[in-house]
């Protein structure tokens, strides 16, 4: 590995405690600063919306913000940024027509009453909807800058400065409208994307990156759909096992157990939050060498397996001695979701240790078993929320959870020990 690489890592490594730390304190600020200005039930919707347009987010980009430090990181280097242009206006234009399609189909949802029996009011989803091409075009973007090696550009704008410009547009709010209602903060935070999304692309001409706009139609797009739809559906799985619980509480179970369990999740996140961080460090390095040094891009793969755990450990132990006192901060009625939250951090904890495999098989053309792994796991989630949440509400949700990623674990190590044995019979 080239000195470069080397200091990369090593300036990557503070830039790494930096946006855990800050991005964790920022998000905890945002939704502790929601929960103590909108009802429980409000921020349960909130939470509901939230979830359902992440997953559509990354549903309408097709995989190519996963594939792109795969695919980029090479040319970046190189310098080639027809590539880049071609592989942005392939991506986006078919999530800017999927997000029209998104978008009508809530709304006419929504029309439909199928989200809320209120007909003055719709759910929160069909307002927050309309965030999904802008949070698609920010994904795509932070990937590229990922894959030029700007990682405080890449991640601190979206893991430190949204959730911070949201809880001060919640505080103003708050002190204009006497009421304050779950559309203003989703006005608000649309507001604040938009302004990180001009940032971006400004950084990105300033580095020469978007020099020109017109792409060349270089790139073979049906490979590339080959290769990123797989990531889609496994990014996609793995978003639905961390929100399945949350509509299952929404449809089967009193509707504040919804926020209480959104707060419980919102601290246990933190967990999922520095695996990708991890990831977004030694990805691009991963794809500059997975190609023509395999072997070095393997040594990075697991020097990034080794950290992830033992960063995980670490954490999971904080979060386990401060639970309580973490809850008590949202207010005396969240503290019924301690146990809830012991079983999230249980179960996040356990799947840091496949987590790092699952982009490596992507990588290896296995992304439709990594696919049919989540698939397995979302099934095993949906079938213990049925049984877990009636007999013990939020709690039994995080067990859901907790058992769901336990199982992906063994399925996703299973197959990397398949893997392994036909490398030795190869």
């Keep these: 590995m080239s000195e470069q690489h080397n200091q990369y890592l090593s300036q990557g490594a503070l830039f790494l405690i930096l946006s855990i730390l800050l991005g964790y304190v920022a998000d905890y600020t945002f939704n502790l600063t929601l929960s103590r200005h909108l009802s429980v039930h409000e921020y349960g919707d909130y939470k509901v919306a939230y979830g359902f347009t992440t997953l559509m987010s ?3 980009l097709l995989g190519g913000d996963r594939l792109a430090p795969r695919i980029l990181s090479r040319p970046i280097s190189e310098q080639h940024t027809s590539t880049i242009i071609d592989y942005l206006a392939f991506y986006l234009k078919n999530a800017f027509v999927l997000s029209l399609i998104v978008i009508v189909l809530t709304w006419v949802a929504s029309f439909a009453y199928l989200f809320s029996f209120d007909k003055q009011d ?11 091409p802008l949070i698609a075009v920010g994904a795509i973007l932070s990937r590229v800058l990922q894959s030029a090696k700007r990682l405080a550009a890449s991640n601190l704008p979206w893991r430190i400065a949204l959730p911070a410009l949201k809880a ?10 006497t009421t304050l209602s779950v559309i203003h903060v989703i006005a608000a935070g649309i507001s ?12 990105l001409k300033q580095l020469g990156l978007l020099h020109s706009l017109k792409p060349t139609h270089s790139l073979d797009t049906s490979k590339l759909l080959k290769l990123s739809i797989p990531m889609m559906l496994a990014m996609l799985v793995t978003m639905l096992l961390n929100q399945t619980d949350i509509f299952m509480l929404e449809l089967i179970s009193q509707e504040h157990t919804v926020g209480h369990f959104g707060a419980a999740n919102t601290l246990a996140h933190l ?50 001695l401060f639970s309580n006192s973490l809850l008590a901060i949202f207010g005396e009625s969240y503290l019924n979701a301690e146990p809830a939250l012991v079983w999230l951090i249980a179960g996040y904890s356990i799947w840091a240790f496949a987590a790092p495999s699952v982009t490596w098989q992507q990588y290896n053309g296995n992304g439709l078993q990594i696919v049919y792994v989540g ?27 907790a058992l769901s990623l336990s199982c992906a674990t063994v399925l996703v190590l299973m197959l990397n020990l398949k893997q392994s044995a036909k490398t030795i019979e190869n």
């Design 375 to 401: 698939a397995a796991a979302i099934m095993i989630d949906l079938v213990a929320n049925l049984y877990f949440i009636p007999k013990y509400d939020i709690e039994g949700a995080a067990i859901a959870t």
């Design 192 to 203: 604040v994307v938009l302004a990180i999304l001009f940032w971006q692309l400004r950084y």
């Design 122 to 132: 719709h759910h929160a989803m069909a307002y927050m909807v309309l965030a999904v």
């Design 271 to 320: 967990i999922p939050v520095t695996q990708v961080t991890i990831a977004s460090l030694f990805m691009p390095l991963i794809g500059h060498y997975f190609d023509k040094q395999p072997d070095q891009a393997l040594a990075l793969f697991k020097k990034a397996q080794r950290i992830t755990i033992m960063v995980i450990a670490a954490i999971a132990v904080l979060l386990f």
């Design 168 to 177: 001060l547009c919640v505080l103003l709010l708050a002190k204009w409208f």
């Design 58 to 60: 990354v549903l309408v």
